[in-house]
Structure formats: C-alpha cells, structure tokens
C-alpha cells in the first residue's frame, strides 16, 4: 500500500482538456488522465489493467486492477456493471466513460478548476496546520476548514469564491 500511498501524494489535479457540447461543460478525457497517470505509475512500480469481464448471468463488466510489477500481486480491484447495449459505438463510448470514472475513483483523482476559480483569479485560502494541532478555521473568514475526499483542505463557507 505505500506504492499507492506514494503515488496518491504525487498526484496533481487533472486539467480538464476536452469539451461536452451537449453540456456545455469542460471534462478531462481518457488520454489526458492516462497520460498524467502513467508516469507516476511507472515511478512506483505499479500496473493497472482495465479488461472487460461478464459477471454472472452474463452481464459484462469492466474490470480494473491495479498491481505492484515486482510482485504481481493486485493492489486493488474494482468492477462495474457496464449498461447492456449492443450498439458496438455505443459500448465503446460506455466503456471509455467507466474505464475514465473507475481510474478517478481508485486514485481519488481531482479534476483542475479552469473555468470558475482560474478565471476570476480566486483561489482557494490555505489550511495552515488543519489537523496538526491547528484550530481548524479559515483565516480568511473564519468558517470550519473540511477535507475533501480526495485529502484536499477547503474553507466550508468557500468564501474565496465569494466577490
């Protein structure tokens, strides 16, 4: 579990490079995490594989393990139920989507904020000491620090959102 420790603390938010136009929204696509994630993969000493499986009754599944190269054991593991479809575009494009969201999720990957904190030139206050004896407060305004699942320390309020 170090291996995956270390490359947790290595890990940089990942710049959201590609765009929904159906939603009009910035995501980061398969190739710009894969790119940021091989790396520190390979730094550590780690594998991850994401085949596709059936589970029982037939159901397929994608699968993703990761494994410590130098001695094969899985680290860890994760299956996902893919939507029964069998329009192959379709399957393909479901396949890319949870391959995405199962590698985000296993490494608590963060998506960088381009859009609302970049542009306004706002950006979140630092947590001085939260959890190591400090008080826990915002120093900007105050409000409780929280951590977010991904161990990032933010202001409750967000008040560095605020105008």
């Known amino acids: 579990m170090q291996k995956l420790f270390n490359l947790q603390n290595k890990l940089k938010a990942v710049k959201k490079d590609a765009e929904n136009p159906f939603f009009k929204s910035k995501y980061f696509d398969i190739n710009g995490l894969l790119s940021a994630l091989k790396p520190l993969l390979n730094e550590e000493g780690l594998v991850v ?11 397929n599944a994608l699968k993703t393990v990761v494994i410590d190269a130098e001695t094969g054991k899985a680290l ?3 299956v996902v139920a893919l939507p029964s479809n069998v329009d192959p575009q379709k399957m393909g494009s479901a396949i890319t989507y949870f391959r995405r969201y199962a590698l985000q999720s296993l490494f608590l ?5 381009d859009d609302a904190n970049s542009v306004s030139g706002k950006q979140p206050p630092e947590a001085k000491n939260y959890n190591h004896g400090g008080t826990g407060k915002c120093e900007s305004c105050g409000a409780n620090m929280k951590m977010s699942a991904a161990g990032k320390i933010y202001c ?6 605020k105008d």
């Open 49 to 59: 594989i994401q085949p596709l499986t059936t589970l029982e009754g037939g159901v």
């Open 76 to 78: 860890v593991e994760s």
């Open 109 to 113: 990957l963060e998506a960088e904020d």
């Open 156 to 161: 409750s309020a967000l008040c560095w959102k």
